[in-house]
């Protein structure tokens, strides 16, 4: 059975870091893609950043240039860090995975097979 769990929210205020760990384990096969996605309240969700198994990456516009999304294939984990943090930034971010393309778009989170349960990060200005 696979499992992602997510490791490393918190409250910080604004310009402060925080790094994510998304621990997968069950995995028979090399899944192809991990991505972090975020949900603040009252909004939809939406996806900050994938990774894909031999190595490319997307960010949204919004985190471009202040969070870095990156994977050790041999222990299994994947990280997002997170630099110069906004109060936009506030919401509870997952880590999910699926074997195939990444996506990003909201209208494409639905195909994401697998999901942690969630890390809530704060940011307060």
């Known amino acids: 059975q696979v499992q992602l769990q997510e490791l490393g929210g918190g409250s910080v205020q604004a310009g402060g870091s925080l790094r994510l760990s998304c621990l997968t384990s069950g995995y028979s096969a090399t899944r192809d893609c991990i991505a972090w996605v975020r949900q603040a309240p009252g909004k939809e969700r939406e996806g900050v950043a994938y990774?894909?198994?031999?190595?490319?990456?997307d960010y949204t516009y919004s985190v471009k240039g202040r969070f870095t999304i990156s994977q050790d294939n041999a222990k299994k984990i994947a990280y997002l860090e997170m630099e110069n943090l906004r109060p936009e930034d506030t919401g509870m971010y997952y880590c999910a995975a699926r074997e195939g393309l990444c996506y990003l778009t909201s209208a494409n989170l639905g195909k994401y097979t697998y999901w942690g349960q969630g890390t809530q990060v704060t940011v307060s200005s």
């Open positions: 990774i894909e198994m031999y190595g490319d990456i």
